[in-house]
């Protein structure tokens, strides 16, 4: 896909995560929002191998949601790359539903349960060792938050990561600078974070995760066999692309009213009609 694809695909997702949220009554929609553009070039550009009609292809690419609280925007990527079906997706929030507020591996598509944040990249370091051992070419991507840097587990695995030269894994921080209780600076401060996760020997690239142009210039840019596991800090807005819940830390969950739903709507699909306008899909 073309970056103009990317860009119109994540804004048919984003309206798509709206009115899911809304319907279900709950839902992480500030990080959904953050995360969703990221995730939109992972499934769709990045990852090589993701087939809906075989799940557990031994070549895929595997992928890990240790910030498991934004389970929506991982649903609607799976929906829009095929793996899960709109009418199940509609479910969400619902009485028996397979769809909960955090991954699990009865959902097509999904490799892990997650969602105790700071467990995400030791699965993933793990699973970029049994490639190594293997001999395979497959890739591990994991996403965490940047609230999740208050875990101790993460520097755990970033040593594994390094002493194993893991140039086949690469994390993605959401860098949007808010959490449940408020600015990550002032809860656990982490600006330090380019020079600390450098200290401990891994590859540190920064992006704009609000540019599609610059996920997709860097994730194209990662050199595979510099012997050195990834790190992409990605800043981000929280609420993305819904202009009355961006940097405001009360959407880190939140749930809209009609008229919000309504509001948001009709914001998302205005550039979707601009997109599709101009860049003639």
């Known amino acids: 896909m073309s970056v103009k694809e990317l860009e119109l695909l994540a804004e048919k997702d984003r309206k798509r995560l709206v009115e899911v949220v809304y319907a279900a009554k709950a839902g992480h929609i500030g990080g959904d929002l953050s995360c969703l553009n990221v995730m939109t070039a992972l499934y769709f ?10 799940p557990k292809a031994a070549e895929r690419d595997r992928f890990v949601l240790s910030k498991g609280h934004c389970v929506e925007a991982l ?25 909960s507020g955090h991954p699990t591996i009865e959902v097509s598509g999904i490799e892990v349960n997650s969602g105790a944040l700071g467990h995400g990249l030791s699965i993933g370091v793990g699973m970029a060792i049994a490639a190594k051992m293997d001999q395979k070419q497959w890739k591990t991507y994991v996403l965490m938050g940047d609230g999740e840097q208050g875990e101790g587990s993460i520097y755990e695995a970033a040593m594994a990561g390094n002493k194993y030269q893991l140039d086949n894994l690469v994390a993605i921080i959401d860098r949007n600078h808010l959490q449940i209780s408020g600015d990550t600076e002032d809860v656990m401060p982490i600006d330090c974070i380019k020079e600390r ?5 891994w590859d540190v690239i920064e992006m704009n995760g609000d540019s599609m142009e610059d996920i997709v210039k860097t994730f194209d840019a990662i050199d595979y ?11 981000t807005t929280k609420g993305k692309g819904v202009s009355f819940m961006e940097g405001i830390a009360k959407w880190h969950h939140g749930v809209l009213n009609e008229e919000q739903c309504k509001a948001a709507v009709a914001e998302i699909s205005e550039r979707i009609e601009k997109l599709s306008l101009n860049s003639n899909l």
């Open 45 to 54: 550009h990045v990852m090589k191998n993701l087939n809906p009609a075989e």
């Open 75 to 99: 649903y609607v990527t799976l929906e829009a790359k095929g793996f899960l079906k709109p009418e199940v997706l509609d479910t969400l929030g619902k009485f028996g539903s397979i769809l």
């Open 225 to 235: 066999e510099n012997k050195k596991p990834h790190l992409l800090i990605s800043n």
């Open 197 to 201: 996760w450098g200290a401990f020997g």
